[in-house]
């Protein structure tokens, strides 16, 4: 049976099945983009930007089809599929715009001669996407390398195989010329494969610990350059000052969009003990007003969770954690009565560093409440795991803010508004959130070769 198939998670039903890759067709893949290279590098930054400004109008003339496209493949809101949509075009344009700027050399002050730095792309490069942000995560893995000259194997998740050839599509459509983009419905086996191919000089992966850890030991072992994002628990910080009502908002935003599936969704929300019952009563009261619906209606903020799979593995952790002693304060879980991965949020408390969960990332609509005495024990709390992708604060102190952003080990922070993603701001973490940037000025720097060019002739 193939991998890659449409599982509506709405109903349960498979809607489309795809064959997987054979080696033939790897083979055919990886040489696609390594002869694509030796041209697609030659190109002109001017037209290269063409094809990537038409690419963005593009998903915005398609947003509506797209997003009810992305909807039956994963469950998302298909508002908020539209939300994803519109980024992705903002991505494509932001470095069609500013690609000149960020690939220019660099000049380096020398008491004699000359020395510069020019950047050059590396060559071909696999990609392996996630299913939550479809289009989202290969638009920020694919534009900043598409105008660096670098050519593209994408590996998409096996439960969005129509999202990935519509992507092809979409480039074609374009003007992108033929092997810069290769889209194979590979196996984890395959994939290994394509790492190890010395036409092959970089692997980005988004995904799961696990998955970057057998990417990264596969890169590894070839001396490749891999770029990792991985999972987040990112705390959420409410301080004794915090606008109550904003801070219940956004915690319901940054926890609940996408059905509670994002790697930098606030998954932890520390609240200090000053304003925690104002907090919890106000949160609670929020999640208890929410209600699942269709995704495809536009008023939908909640729906189902992306696979039956991934329902009943949160089950299990929630399960988990109420037998090892925590506090239900919202019940929730899976719903029986219901076809497909419909999963009721929940709110859970008193989860404490005996507990599993507690240094576990929690990939559904599942929120944890801590109670802190005072700002240095959130941040204590906040610490305490093994991730650090991002985190967000809320304080209404710009002083407190900066001096809580400083001691948080994360790659990100956000201060009076959920965790997010925007085309000119970097994306990424530290310890097992992985390493290496995306998006913004960073995200095109990951695969080029800085090359030195030092010049002692006299003047």
């Not at 096996?158 to 599509?169: D, G, H, R």
Request: hydrophobic fraction near 40%; charged fraction near 20%.
């Amino acid at each position: 049976m193939s991998e890659y198939q449409v599982t509506n998670p709405a109903t349960g039903e498979v809607e489309a099945t795809y064959p997987t890759a054979n080696e033939q067709d790897i083979q055919q893949a990886i040489k696609k983009a390594d002869d694509a290279f030796q041209d697609w590098r030659q190109v002109p930054l001017g037209e290269r930007s063409a094809i990537l400004h038409k690419i963005a109008d593009i998903y915005t003339e398609r947003q509506d089809e797209l997003a009810d496209m992305i909807t039956t493949e994963m469950g998302k809101p298909v508002a908020q599929g539209k939300g994803e949509l519109g980024l992705v075009a903002n991505i494509y344009r932001y470095y069609a715009d500013n690609a000149e700027q960020l690939l220019a050399t660099d000049e380096i002050k020398v008491d004699q001669g000359s020395a510069s730095v020019e950047k050059f792309p590396v060559g071909a490069l696999l990609g392996i996407m996630p299913w939550n942000f479809p289009h989202y995560q290969v638009a920020r893995f694919v534009a900043p390398n598409f105008m660096a000259g670098n050519t593209i194997i994408l590996k998409h998740a096996p439960q969005c195989p129509k999202t990935a050839e519509v992507i092809v599509e979409i480039l074609k459509d374009a003007g992108l010329p033929d092997g810069v983009y290769n889209n194979i419905f590979a196996t984890n086996e395959q994939a290994a494969t394509i790492i190890q191919d010395s036409r092959v000089q970089g692997v980005s992966l988004t995904g799961s610990e696990r998955a970057g850890a057998a990417v990264a030991k596969e890169a590894g072992s070839a001396l490749k350059k891999v770029v990792l994002e991985l999972g987040g628990s990112d705390p959420f910080i409410v301080a004794a000052d915090a606008d109550i009502e904003k801070a219940v908002a956004d915690a319901i935003t940054g926890r609940f969009g996408n059905t509670g599936q994002a790697c930098n969704a606030a998954k932890r929300l520390i609240v200090v003990e000053a304003v925690y019952d104002k907090f919890v009563q106000g949160f609670t009261d929020a999640v208890r007003a929410m209600t699942l619906s269709d995704p495809l209606n536009e008023d939908t903020f909640i729906g189902p969770m992306s696979s039956k799979s991934a329902a009943v593995n949160l089950q299990k952790q929630l399960d988990g954690a109420i037998q090892a002693g925590a506090t239900v304060l919202v019940e929730g879980g899976i719903v029986k009565d219901k076809p497909g991965a419909w999963f009721a949020p929940a709110v859970l408390a008193d989860v404490n560093d005996s507990m599993d969960v507690y240094r576990q990332e929690l990939f559904g609509p599942v929120a944890v409440i801590y109670k802190a005495h005072d700002v240095a024990h959130a941040i204590k709390i906040a610490n305490d795991v093994p991730f650090g992708l991002g985190a967000s604060i809320q304080t209404q102190d710009s002083a407190l803010a900066a001096e809580i952003a400083e001691q948080l080990e994360v790659g990100m922070v956000y201060i009076n508004t959920p965790s997010g993603s925007e085309a000119n701001i970097p994306f990424g973490g530290v310890k097992r959130s992985g390493f290496g940037r995306e998006l913004g000025t960073l995200g095109i720097t990951e695969f080029l070769n800085y090359k030195l060019i030092r010049d002692r002739t006299s003047a």
